[in-house]
């Protein structure tokens, strides 16, 4: 297995455009999310599925952003219209859990997707 | 409400031993962990405790919470050029499957 997978590592788009990354999980993992870390800050959780369900989204998601795991296995994270503001490190996790039972902690990071708005 | 704090920066001397320090204000956390980074890298999960214990002993690595006073902390014994990183306190809430809230990170150099 080689851990969770993201690309592109590096995207670089003006301003107003949209753009799309995907991350692939481990592959029995059936708990993904979504976390954006800004330059001196800790990940924030944007959003979370549990197989193919959206389960749980921060409001820190607007609506330029939507997030699909549609088989259960990879996901996409499309930004619609980028700003500025939407530059960060685009963070995919991955974990396995029963349904219902707490998360005890062992999510698997990928290396992200840096996100530059020009 | 949920909110991590940790220190910025913390430099130590190849060979001593490291503490950095986390507190945290949600009192229903089930487990707080510690995450490290690299740069350009991912964050890997270095250990975690469930919010019964005091204290946890992998190796190199110590955690102790303070649960009365939301103080958890992490020492690394002898500390090596390797272990410069940034280092993440981050906690679940009980009830959610889902969330890690972390801290803003303590990043820790290490000089000969």
């Known amino acids: 297995d080689t851990g969770v997978s993201q690309n592109p590592r590096h995207k670089i788009t003006k301003r107003g455009q949209n753009v799309t990354f995907r991350c692939d999980p481990i592959?029995?993992?059936?708990?993904l999310y979504w976390y954006r870390q800004t330059l001196g800050q800790g990940p924030e959780f944007l959003t979370y599925?549990?197989?193919?369900?959206?389960?749980?989204k921060s409001r820190l998601l607007s609506d330029r952003f939507s997030a699909e795991r549609p088989k259960g296995s990879f996901s996409t994270l499309e930004i619609q219209r980028t700003e500025q503001g939407d530059s960060a490190m685009y963070l995919c996790?991955?974990?396995?859990?029963?349904?219902?039972?707490?998360?005890?902690?062992?999510?698997?990071f990928g290396e992200g997707s840096r996100l530059t708005v020009l | 409400g949920e909110d991590v704090e940790q220190s910025l920066f913390l430099s130590v001397r190849e060979g001593d031993s490291s503490v950095i320090n986390c507190t945290y204000t949600d009192s229903s956390s089930t487990y707080l962990y510690w995450y490290k980074q690299e740069p350009g890298a991912g964050l890997q999960l270095l250990t975690y405790i469930f919010s019964n214990m005091d204290m946890k002993q992998d190796q190199r690595l110590t955690v102790l919470l303070n649960k009365k006073d939301k103080h958890l902390s992490l020492r690394i014994a002898d500390t090596q050029t390797g272990d410069s990183a940034i280092y993440f306190c981050?906690?679940?809430?009980?009830?959610?499957?889902?969330?890690?809230?972390f801290g803003t990170g303590t990043r820790l150099q290490v000089t000969l």
């Open positions: 599925f549990q197989n193919e369900a959206q389960l749980e």
């Open positions: 981050a906690e679940s809430i009980i009830g959610t499957a889902s969330k890690l809230t």
């Open positions: 996790a991955s974990s396995f859990g029963l349904a219902g039972s707490g998360n005890t902690g062992e999510l698997f």
């Open positions: 592959s029995e993992h059936n708990r």
